[in-house]
């Protein structure tokens, strides 16, 4: 069996076929308004997206998921559901949710394609699709990696992705928005641990990420779903 590093390596990487690509959370929406136009911008809307969204929804959402691998079966179908109910109905974007529930599909099928486990049937057996931190989470947790670098690891893909999505849609090079990504990066470990210590009921305010994938739909030309 491959040791959890490379495992995590593996569903972290940009090259997993999640089609993360496709999506900016409203990015787009805002550069293309010009409130997002330089790199301090962007690290105002990373810094938002670090506090509101990865350490107050879904990193502990990861958390808890990964921790319902524990439960008995019966019990573990019921709790999942209502957490991915949850997560789900904390974005206000129907865009946003239709993303997040498209990625975790497409994560929890090529990961059980590729990895078999009767945890991931049995998730895709109750609902074909799952919001992407709790796939995120139940997949970790199925492939024996451990619960803060599930957590960890899921808040690296998402400020990756977005640091992608960035150097596609305004002028930031590649040294530039890999800087930007260091110094949330640098903020990781801390908001992880907090993120997986806190049982606390889910809250998620960010009316300026929220109104920008809103607004998504409704660009003239667009790079992006959401």
């Known amino acids: 069996m491959s040791e959890p590093l490379v495992v995590l390596l593996h569903l972290c990487d ?3 076929p999640i089609g993360s690509f496709a999506h900016s959370d409203g990015l787009e929406d805002a550069t293309s308004r010009q409130r997002v136009a330089a790199s301090a911008d962007l690290r105002q809307w990373m810094d938002v997206a670090l506090t509101e969204t990865l350490r107050s929804v879904e990193a502990p959402a990861v958390s808890r998921a990964w921790r319902c691998a524990d439960l008995a079966p019966s019990d573990w179908r019921e709790v999942v ?13 129907s865009a946003a949710r239709e993303a997040s529930r498209a990625m975790g599909a497409r994560l929890l099928k090529t990961w059980q394609q590729l990895r078999p486990d009767s945890s991931l049937a049995d998730l ?7 919001t992407l931190p709790v796939a995120f989470g139940t997949v970790a ?4 990696i451990s619960e803060s670098s599930a957590v960890e690891g899921f808040m690296y893909t998402r400020m990756a992705a977005t640091i992608s999505a960035a ?10 928005g890999h800087l930007v990504l260091a110094d949330g990066l640098a903020r990781v470990p801390a908001l992880a641990a907090a993120a997986i210590g ?5 809250t998620m305010f960010a009316p300026a990420l929220d109104i920008a994938a809103m607004n998504q739909q409704y660009g ?3 790079l992006f779903r959401s």
């Open 167 to 176: 150097m596609r849609l305004m002028p930031v090079g590649q040294q530039e």
């Open 124 to 130: 895709l057996s109750t609902r074909a699709r799952w």
């Open 198 to 202: 806190d049982r606390s009921p889910l």
């Open 220 to 222: 003239h030309s667009r």
């Open 81 to 93: 559901a209502a957490l991915d109910d949850e997560v789900h109905a904390l974005r206000p974007s």
């Open 14 to 16: 940009s090259l997993f």
């Open 141 to 144: 947790a199925s492939s024996g």
